[in-house]
């Protein structure tokens, strides 16, 4: 079965027009039928018309030898038939035969007769008899044949005609086709690269008027998009920046406060609130896309995250390579594997990073902690900004929530996407997947 639009309307077209040239072929064929009936029948009318005045003009005597003599073309002529058979009225060509040799003559439909051998369409076929008295009272019988339908020559030349005929249908098909559906298919391109950079430049507004209206009310979208993404944007940074200084102030006379515990509680919770703020401002950035995109070595970038975790003393390994290339924005990615590595050095206590691709051309990036997992019912909830999990993974290390959704915001503007499971050896496991192209050797 055929999925894609394409093919199904390509099959349409073509099966219609050879549907349609069927038909008409067939109908053509049957007038042509029609007329060739019409001009044996006429033709056989006049040579029948021929020799019942040349019959009627001979002696009785010769008449049967003239009969005998006469060439057998269409037309089966017989002395005395029997006339108890009569048809009660004369079928068109006797009543055509009748108006011809005129009042005369008595032309008398008879029963229709099997065609011999050598006429006609065949044994089975009925061939159409009637009779007509001459003036000395003599019967005779005439039988008309059937014509013969010969069908068309199938020559070399035919089958050469029929394979230019059924090429020229497949590309007219083909052409329709792809100016039917290549619209439709840069509006699902302009779709997805919306989906990946909602500064994506604006669809060409050219074609036909219903694609330019397409294509304008589609651009019209985007901007409307990308002016409440600002918006929300420019919202959070503001406030999460506004904060800042407010907060800093009251860290500045808290420390002023005497009493040590009472001090260090509201320092506690003053820090989780900056941490908050700066993941705030954070999770705002992640969503701005306006870093510019380049090809960015996918190797080089992962094992510079991985680098810089291991120069500050913590326990990240990384095996395996892509080899890949990927446009993106360079920033955003390193910051994106640094929170996934930091989620699983925080709550997992070491993290495992392997990369692979497969053979679309998807790097996938594995990146295993040695924590005890969450609930599977948890999975998806833990991308969802400030969710934090009641358990000691929580608890024991603090952390805003924000984490895990930096990261897949970040992500899905790649194309990517990003994943958790538990690992059936242990551990909780972040896979991301991401769109890019192989290294040239």
Not at 363 to 392: C, N, Q, W
Request: neutral net charge; aromatic residues 4%; hydrophobic residues 40%.
């Amino acid at each position: 079965m055929i999925k894609s639009l394409s093919g199904r309307v390509f099959l349409v077209l073509l099966l219609g027009i050879v549907a349609s040239v069927c038909l008409t072929l067939w109908l053509a064929l049957g007038e042509r039928q029609n007329s060739l009936i019409k001009s044996r029948e006429s033709h056989f009318l006049e040579r029948a018309e021929q020799l019942v005045m040349a019959i009627d003009a001979l002696p009785a005597d010769n008449r049967g030898a003239f009969i005998k003599m006469l060439p057998r073309l269409g037309i089966r002529i017989s002395l005395d038939p029997d006339l108890r058979g009569a048809l009660t009225s004369n079928t068109a060509n006797a009543n055509a035969m009748a108006e011809r040799i005129g009042s005369e003559f008595h032309v008398t439909s008879l029963p229709f007769v099997q065609c011999p051998s050598f006429g006609g369409s065949g044994p089975n076929a009925a061939c159409e008899n009637f009779a007509i008295t001459l003036h000395d009272g003599t019967h005779l019988s005439f039988v008309l044949m059937p014509p013969k339908m010969p069908l068309p020559p199938l020559t070399a030349d035919f089958y050469l005609y029929l394979l230019l005929f059924l090429v020229c249908i497949a590309s007219l098909a083909y052409l329709v086709t792809r100016m039917t559906i290549r619209p439709l298919q840069k509006l699902s391109q302009a779709a997805l690269d919306l989906g990946n950079d909602i500064n994506h430049p604006p669809l060409e507004v050219a074609g036909a008027t219903e694609l330019k209206q397409a294509s304008s009310a589609f651009n019209a979208m985007q901007a409307r998009i990308r002016h409440y993404i600002e918006q929300r944007t420019h919202m959070l940074a503001a406030i999460t920046h506004d904060l800042q200084t407010p907060l800093t102030r009251l860290r500045l006379r808290i420390e002023k406060v005497s009493d040590h515990d009472l001090r260090d509680r509201l320092i506690t919770d003053l820090s989780a609130m900056q941490d908050m703020v700066r993941e705030g401002l954070t999770l705002a950035r992640s969503m701005d896309s306006s870093e510019q995109r380049q090809s960015v070595n996918l190797d080089s970038l992962i094992d510079s995250a991985v680098l810089d975790a291991t120069d500050a003393g913590q326990p990240v390994k990384l095996t395996g390579e892509t080899n890949m290339s990927i446009r993106a924005q360079p920033q955003a990615l390193l910051r994106c594997v640094n929170n996934l590595i930091d989620n699983a050095l925080k709550y997992g206590h070491y993290a495992n990073v392997s990369v692979n691709r497969d053979s679309n051309n998807i790097a996938m990036i594995h990146i295993r902690d040695g924590g005890t997992g969450i609930p599977e019912g948890e999975l998806e909830k833990v991308f969802t900004p400030f969710y934090r999990l009641e358990t000691s993974r929580s608890r024991d290390s603090g952390g805003t929530g924000l984490g895990l959704t930096i990261a897949r915001n970040i992500c899905e503007q790649h194309g990517g996407t990003l994943t958790l499971r538990n690992h059936p050896e242990g551990g909780l496991e972040a896979t991301l997947k991401l769109p890019g192209k192989a290294l040239t050797s």
